[in-house]
């Protein structure tokens, strides 16, 4: 049993990951601020992690900006162990909004990650995996994307996630010890099989899945294809959508890793290294949910690639992790959710 901090853990990705780790007998501490997320998320991965789980998980309502929130989760091991290692998912990831309110996210995503990095120096851990994303490589000319094409984003978010990068680099460089893996997700979604924790976006969806599942279950009436004229077979644009039970199991895999290994800076891509267009994931929708999605093609949206594929190639021989789940699987397990919790956490 490893003694975690888990940042952000009732997000989407955290919450799937905690619950991963919580069946693989760790014990946990959640750090989160609910700014994106519901404490019923937890709740939910206690009653999927089954009976003695209750033990193994703390939750602190606290801010990765602030040094005595992150004191009081360095204090609160389950176990009264230190804490041997972090995984970072708290941060902000709305492309639109970091580039109305770019303070913002250099704030939450660079500043607290900081924090975070100080609390660590401070309380003798110096074991993190950190949520990065393919939205540093910005519109790549060459696909598919290796972990050496040139780190260019184009928008404030972007450019935050770089600069944590960039900022762990600058630790590990500074400092024997440190053991970072610095993750660039593709495009995740679905959600647990049970259908019991899944993505629930506030507002209009920015991403596609939620969107369509959201057109599936009638909360919306159309979805909007953003270009039918790219340089893709269907002319709709091409994305590395995982499964965010696959991305789990990325994470409990490069947490073997850099506790097993010397220590070492890590840059990985995880994703599948399979494309697929959004006229295709609209088919594979309406196949598991037996709704039709009705949608128009409209313009592109500004700052979209036509496509973005991930080589996964250097994460299979490092981590001997691969995806495993197919779109349709995907889309069946969001499906799942979304009829389930047709307004996410909130009823
Ligand atoms: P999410 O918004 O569902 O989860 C992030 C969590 O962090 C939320 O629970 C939120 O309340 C919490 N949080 C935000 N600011 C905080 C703060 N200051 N202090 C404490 N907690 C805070 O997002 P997600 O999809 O689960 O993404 C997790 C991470 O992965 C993020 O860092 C994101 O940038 C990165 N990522 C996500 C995607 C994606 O498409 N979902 C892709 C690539 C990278
Ligand atoms: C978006 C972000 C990216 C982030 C990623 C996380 C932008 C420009 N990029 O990428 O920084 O890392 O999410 O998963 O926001 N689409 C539609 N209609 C919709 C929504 C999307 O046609 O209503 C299309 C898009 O044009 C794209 C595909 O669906 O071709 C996937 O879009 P999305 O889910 O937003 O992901 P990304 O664009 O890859």
Redesign the pocket.
């Known amino acids: 049993m490893t003694q975690l901090l888990i940042?952000?853990g009732?997000?989407?990705?955290?919450s799937h990951t905690s619950l991963l780790l919580l069946e693989a007998g760790h014990s946990l501490v959640v750090?989160?601020?609910?700014?994106?997320?519901s404490p019923e998320a937890l709740r939910r991965v206690l009653e999927l992690a089954g009976p003695g789980a209750a033990d193994r998980l703390v939750v602190v309502e606290?801010?990765?900006?602030s040094a005595a929130d992150l004191d009081k989760a360095f204090a609160a091991a389950p176990s009264g162990q230190p804490i041997e290692a972090v995984i970072h998912?708290?941060?902000?990831?709305a492309v639109g909004e970091s580039v109305g309110d770019p303070l913002r996210y250099w704030d939450?995503n660079l500043s607290?990650s900081r924090h975070l990095l100080k609390a660590m120096q401070a309380h003798g851990c110096r074991t993190l995996v950190f949520?990065?994303?393919?939205?540093v490589y910005g519109l790549p000319e060459t696909m598919p994307i290796g972990e050496g094409a040139a780190i260019q984003p184009i928008n404030p978010y972007g450019h935050s996630?770089a600069a944590v990068e960039q900022m762990l680099a600058d630790l590990a460089a500074s400092e024997a010890g440190w053991r970072i893996a610095r993750l660039r997700?593709f495009?995740?979604v679905g959600a647990h099989p049970s259908g019991r924790i899944g993505e629930d976006p506030s507002g209009i969806p920015n991403?596609l899945l939620p969107f369509v599942s959201q057109v599936a279950v009638g909360r919306r009436t159309e979805l909007q294809v953003f270009g039918g004229d790219w340089p893709t077979p269907d002319g709709s644009g091409i994305r590395d959508y995982i499964h965010v039970m696959d991305l789990a199991e990325g994470h409990r895999a490069a947490l073997d890793a850099l506790l097993a290994e010397p220590p070492q800076l890590l840059t990985l891509n995880l994703g599948s290294g399979q494309g697929h267009s959004v006229l295709e994931v609209v088919r594979a929708f309406e196949s598991a949910s037996g709704r039709t999605v009705p949608y128009a093609i409209v313009a592109r949206r500004d700052g979209d690639a036509a496509c973005t594929v991930a080589d996964p190639h250097l994460a299979a021989e490092r981590l001997g992790w691969r995806t495993r789940l197919s779109l349709a699987e995907m889309c069946r397990d969001s499906w799942c959710w979304q009829q389930a919790n047709p307004h996410g956490y909130g009823g």
Not at 10 to 14: H, L, Y
Not at 89 to 93: C, E, I, Q, R, V
């Open positions: 940042t952000g009732a997000g989407f990705i955290g750090i989160d601020n609910y700014d994106n997320s606290g801010d990765i900006r998912f708290a941060g902000l990831k939450v607290g949520s990065s994303s393919c939205t996630k997700y495009n995740p991403n």
